[in-house]
């Protein structure tokens, strides 16, 4: 294993040791809700250990292609690709899950945790309501935390295309990081999105949940544990990626070159 895959995995596992033991307490908390940032902070911590291992220029006289880089010819299009649909979903099951999190406007009683976001708002009301579950109070802050780390990434890429490196090693090495970026993105967007599944499905299957349970309750279970099973696939799909980055990009036709001093 090269230095700078050590250095992506030493990254990938204390973020999730970090975001594990932030989750370790059994009531709803404040763990869950830093537990992405903390990922996303020691996965950022390892990218930028192991970009930092890449060997400077060459001294004395070096070549250059006369061609315009772009972002594009670098970045693997399929594992981004999924990172956008994957981020859409997230966006989509928080926004539906905040609505359904305490306090519910049809709720016919006062909840024993008024207005905190992290249980479920009974669509029927009469009874009391569970968690831990991923309402605004958790998604909030990874909405957030999602939001920064694309345009981290995305002002990553641009700024991989132009740095100086030599020309031998230059499609290798921006291929290559360009990969384990977007790999570390899937990672922040895939994690969040299995946890919020899991738990979602999770708190709708315990029983006597509402008085009179809505029917989509009931119909939204098997989409949830898909949902799971896909994020955490992706997960892990990513993870590999991310510690041996092996993405690849369209070909980029040959140019001139020209010495530089």
Do not use: K
């Amino acid at each position: 294993m090269s230095r700078a895959s050590l250095l992506r995995l030493s990254g990938l596992v204390a973020g999730v040791l970090a975001a594990v033991l932030s989750c370790l307490p059994r009531e709803p908390g404040a763990g869950p809700a830093i537990a992405v940032p903390v990922l996303a902070a020691f996965l950022a911590a390892g990218l930028l250990a192991a970009d930092r291992t890449v060997p400077p220029p060459g001294a004395g006289v070096r070549t250059a292609p006369l061609v315009r880089r772009r972002v594009r010819d670098v970045v693997p299009l399929a594992p981004a690709a999924g990172v956008l649909v994957l981020a859409g979903l997230l966006g989509g099951l928080l926004t539906v899950t905040s609505v359904a999190s305490t306090p519910h406007l049809r709720s016919e009683v006062t909840p024993p945790n008024p207005g905190d976001g992290r249980h479920f708002g009974c669509l029927s009301g009469g009874v009391a309501q569970v968690g831990p579950w991923p309402g605004w109070y958790y998604a909030i802050p990874v909405v957030a935390t999602v939001a920064v780390a694309i345009v981290v990434a995305v002002l990553a890429l641009r700024g991989l295309i132009t740095r100086p490196v030599t020309l031998s090693a230059a499609e290798a090495y921006r291929r290559g990081t360009a990969s384990a970026i977007v790999s570390a993105l899937g990672l922040v967007v895939t994690v969040p999105l299995a946890g919020a599944a899991y738990f979602s499905h999770a708190v709708l299957g315990q029983p006597g949940l509402c008085a009179s349970p809505d029917p989509l309750v009931a119909d939204a279970r098997p989409w949830l544990l898909a949902l799971t099973i896909i994020a955490s696939t992706a997960a892990a799909y990513y993870a590999a990626r991310l510690v041996f980055p092996t993405g690849t990009a369209p070909a980029v036709r040959p140019a001139p070159t020209v010495a530089v001093r």
